[in-house]
Each structure stands twice: as C-alpha cells, then as structure tokens.
C-alpha cells in the first residue's frame, strides 16, 4: 500500500510540474510574439516614413519633369519639320543633279571661283585704300581663300573630260573544247629578198645594210671624226640623188686654211 501511496503523490507532483511548466511556455511564446509584433511594427513604421518622405520629393521634381516632357515634345515636333524638310530638300537635289551634268557644274564652280577672285581683288583695293580695317580684311580674305580652295576646280575638270572609249579586247575563254579546238600553229613568213637596183642608181641605205650581210658586232672607231677640208668633198660627202646636199658654214674658217690641191692632170706641170 505504501509502494501505491508513493506512485500516486508522485504521479501528482508529475502533473502539477507539466501544468506549471505549460503555463510557462504559454507565457514565454506570448512574450515573444508580441516582441516580434512590435518589431515588426516597428519597421513598419519606418517603411511608411520613408515611403512617404519620397513621396513628397517626387512630388517637388514634378513640375521640372512635366517642363522636361513638354520639352521633348517641342523638339520632337521639330525634328518632325526638318525631317521633312530634308527630305524635300534631298529630292530636289536629285532631281537637279540628274538632270545636271559636269560640264555644268565644273561652269558654275569656275564662274563662282571667278567671283570670288574679284571680290578678293576688290576687298584689297579697298584694303589699300584704307577703307577696311586689318583684323576684318584677314578674317574675310582667309574665309575666301578657304572657299576658293574647297571648290578644287583642278580635281574636277578630268571629272568633266570625256572619256575614250575602252579599245581592249574582250577576254576569251579559258576553256576548250571539240567544237572550238585550239588555232594551229602557223610558220613564219620568209622575209622576201631586198629589191633589185637598177644600173646607174645608188642602193638606199637598207637595201645597202641588207646586201652587205650582218653587221659588224664592234663598236665604232674611239675616236672623232676628222672635219671636212674646205674646197674639196670625199666620197662619201658626194651628193645622191634623193638626199639634200650636206651643209656648209656661211662663216669663213676662224684659222687661215691651205689653198686646196688639185689632182695632177697629164699634160700639165705643176711648179
């Protein structure tokens, strides 16, 4: 009896300390609930402070955002316009370049590079008369000078130029075959021999270089020429028919010369 008097007390104890200690876990759940709460809260209301702070300064960047937008609006109307003008614009100048040719532009470039030319000659005039100031004369004639050089007139007159027609031969086919076999291959022509002189003419010169046979494979004498005498000619100064006499200075010689000897003829004694 003792023995179940002890296990009843105890199973008593027992099921007052898993009451207590379940009442104080309850009690330590709910304590940290509500801290989690707050926490919770807590950044809740930081979350909606901040929220609201940049709300409010989105709300100052508001009328500089709507200015920004109109803004664009403007330039995007704009940009509209000159599109379409440039469009107009790039028409018309092909049009006009179309029916252009370079003849008539190189004109107008030249006549327009002629223009300025003159303008430039008077601004010096009135430069030199003291009509323009240094400083104004510089910048005007270095701005002209700069368009004159941009126009490039030597760079487009071969533009202008008609061109020759192109002469080269149309390239044939690399190819063969049965129907076009290649050509044959054909001997020289023996050269025909040189023409007959007839009696009591002088050969020409290449009828004379092909009877003689090759030619000589040495060069000439080192040496110049002798001059000619005065009053007689060699056999080789002699005339030929076909061929002009050879010249004779109008100028007497600058040294005084030998009277020319005649060959001896029978009958006659010289002394």
Known sequence: LGRIF???NHNDEMLVFLHYSKIKDDAL???HCILRAQNVQHSKDMTLASNR???EDNLLFQPKLESLKA???QKYQELQVLFEAYQIKKTKLDRQSSNASLETLLALLQTEGAKIEEDTENMAENFLDGEIPLDSFIDEYQSKQMVLKGQRLPQVQPLAQP???DTT???QDSYTSDANPPPSVVPRRIPPPPPSVPAGRFPTPFTAAMSSGP???YPGA???PLPPRPGAQSASQVSQPGYPSQFVPPYPPALPQRPPRFPPHPGFILQ
Request: glycine share 0%; charged share 10%; net charge positive.
């Open 222 to 224: 080192p040496y110049p």
């Open 71 to 73: 803004n664009l609006t």
């Open 169 to 171: 031969p149309a390239p």
């Open 29 to 31: 759940l709910q304590s």
């Open 215 to 217: 030619a000589l494979s």
């Open 163 to 165: 061109r020759a027609p």
């Open 6 to 8: 002890w296990r009843r």
């Open 53 to 55: 702070s940049l709300a």
